[in-house]
């Protein structure tokens, strides 16, 4: 976890992703890359000072299975004492009604939970 944690900070450092004190959201589907980003920021939110808020979308494919990845990212997230934030969305319904893929709907989706969170 340290070797990620220097690879984080060298990002933030040479791309200049925080201003000290940001208020970042931390988008965590409970997969390994999203969670391990969430655990290597919470490390590092002290030393830049950001506040972090955690962010899950159910996209509504999965039932039960995606029910439990949302419990566990929001028991993650309670133990790092980090906010929770979840939204549900009927990804289906619109790829339905748009037209769009499922890669376009659920990225929609995303973004526009990502923006009223915002």
């Given at each position: 976890m340290a070797t990620l944690v220097t690879?984080?900070?060298?990002?933030?450092?040479?791309y200049g992703l925080f201003?000290?004190?940001?208020?970042?959201?931390?988008?965590?589907?409970g997969g390994p890359?999203?969670?391990?980003?969430?655990?290597?920021l919470a490390a590092l939110a002290p030393e830049y000072g950001l506040s972090l808020i955690v962010a899950?979308?159910?996209?509504?494919f999965r039932g039960a299975q995606a029910?439990?990845?949302?419990?566990?990212?929001?028991?993650?997230?309670r133990r790092l004492g980090v906010p929770f934030a979840r939204e549900d969305a009927d990804v289906p319904a619109l790829i339905r009604?748009?037209?769009?893929?499922v890669e376009q709907a659920g990225r929609?989706?995303?973004?526009?939970?990502?923006?009223?969170?915002a």
């Open positions: 690879k984080v900070r060298q990002a933030i450092e040479r201003a000290q004190g940001e208020r970042v959201i931390v988008a965590v589907s890359d999203s969670t391990a980003l969430l655990l290597a899950h979308l159910n996209h509504m029910e439990a990845d949302a419990r566990w990212v929001e028991e993650l997230a009604q748009s037209g769009m893929t929609e989706a995303r973004y526009r939970f990502y923006e009223r969170l």
